[in-house]
């Protein structure tokens, strides 16, 4: 399985990006899709996740400035980020739990993450 996100860049205070990640190889079901984030010198963090029959659920940090949205079809889901901060600037990253086959148990598979840099 492979994970790879992209859409990361350098976006002014008060500006939008979009964040792409795509899930390829041998999926038999995606249960839960995620971002997390990691900012020099922090710890890894929660950003947003969307699971396979329920709504989404958000950091208070982005709760309101960020969405988290999928195409299940396409084995994508997506960051739509308003209103950026300079807080916000942090390496993304793309968690995938996927079961490999109908016997196969669930597991996490994560991409290399995506920069994302916020500054006037």
């Known amino acids: 399985v492979q994970i790879v996100e992209s859409g990361g860049g350098l976006a002014q205070p008060g500006g939008s990006l979009n964040l792409s990640c795509v899930a390829s190889?041998?999926?038999?079901?995606?249960?839960?899709m995620a971002w997390y984030r990691q900012a020099p010198g922090k710890q890894h963090e929660f950003v947003a996740s969307?699971?396979?029959?329920?709504?989404?659920v958000y950091a208070d940090s982005v709760k309101g400035r960020f969405t988290i949205s999928r195409d299940i079809s396409k084995n994508t889901v997506y960051l739509h980020m308003n209103n950026l901060t300079p807080e916000d600037t942090a390496e993304y990253y793309c968690?995938?739990?996927?079961?490999?086959?109908?016997?196969?148990?669930?597991?996490?598979?994560w991409g290399q993450g995506t920069q994302v840099t916020v500054s006037s």
């Open positions: 969307i699971p396979k029959n329920a709504g989404p």
């Open positions: 968690s995938v739990r996927i079961a490999r086959s109908l016997t196969d148990i669930l597991n996490d598979y």
């Open positions: 190889g041998p999926i038999y079901g995606i249960y839960l």
